[in-house]
């Protein structure tokens, strides 16, 4: 089985609402990641968590908050979005990490902020 | 730093025809590479990946060679299906990158019965 999971499949909020995005995997990985793909654009990476500690955030504004409770789960929370930030977030994950690992992704959550 | 570039799209083909999508890299040190594939309204699928040079990746009837000397990982398909319109995105991760994907800017695939 190799399916990551992600819900909701689509959101829609407003500049002052808090929302989180949740992803799961049990696939027994190590390493889950959340991408931002805007129309037309290639997924562009946002964090990266190994073994449940943040390993990578790219530069990534505050008001997205990543966490990793536990090695199947990996949320986003969202706060005070700008209608910008509206785009398609993608999860994924690795077994371990590893450079010549498959990334698996999620179908993703469209989010639309007004 | 590392990047990959892809022939500009959209590509439309008729059924049963050749495909061909370029994909060139920079990198440094030994990159490993993949092809990934996104249907409408989805997530990424991995379709292929090679990992040290001269390996062939293949799936579903795609293949792509790693050619470390012209840096290139170009995906062909003998005989497309309507099925295989998608959008189809190159990237590479390297050592020095950590688990970082470099994508390409994809190539949009449509396929006419």
């Known amino acids: 089985d190799t399916e990551v999971t992600q819900t909701p499949k689509h959101l829609v909020m407003g500049m002052t609402n808090k929302k989180s995005l949740k992803c799961e995997q049990h696939m027994g990985h190590r390493a889950m990641y959340w991408y931002k793909q805007k129309a037309k654009k290639p997924p562009e990476l946002m964090f990266v968590?190994?073994?449940?500690?943040?390993?990578i955030n790219e530069s990534v504004p505050s008001r997205f908050s990543p966490e990793c409770p536990n090695s199947s789960l990996l949320n986003l929370h969202l706060h005070a979005l700008q209608p910008e930030d509206s785009a398609l977030y993608l999860c994924?994950?690795?077994?371990?990490?590893?450079?010549?690992?498959?990334?698996?992704f999620g179908p993703g959550t469209r989010l639309l902020v007004l | 730093g590392n990047s990959v570039t892809q022939m500009e799209g959209p590509v439309t083909l008729s059924e049963e025809a050749f495909l061909t999508i370029n994909c060139t890299y920079t990198a440094t040190g030994y990159p490993s590479l993949f092809w990934y594939v996104q249907y409408p309204g989805e997530g990424l699928q991995l379709l292929l990946k090679a990992t040290k040079a001269d390996d062939k990746g293949s799936n579903k009837g795609f293949e792509a060679t790693y050619r470390k000397e012209t840096t290139s990982f170009h995906l062909e398909k003998g005989s497309v299906q309507v099925s295989d319109s998608a959008v189809y995105f190159c990237?590479?991760?390297?050592?020095?990158?950590?688990?970082?994907?470099?994508f390409g800017q994809g190539t949009r695939l449509t396929i006419n019965p």
């Open positions: 990237a590479l991760t390297t050592i020095q990158g950590a688990q970082k994907l470099v």
């Open positions: 968590y190994s073994y449940e500690k943040l390993s």
């Open positions: 994924a994950s690795s077994r371990t990490g590893a450079t010549q690992e498959t990334q698996y």
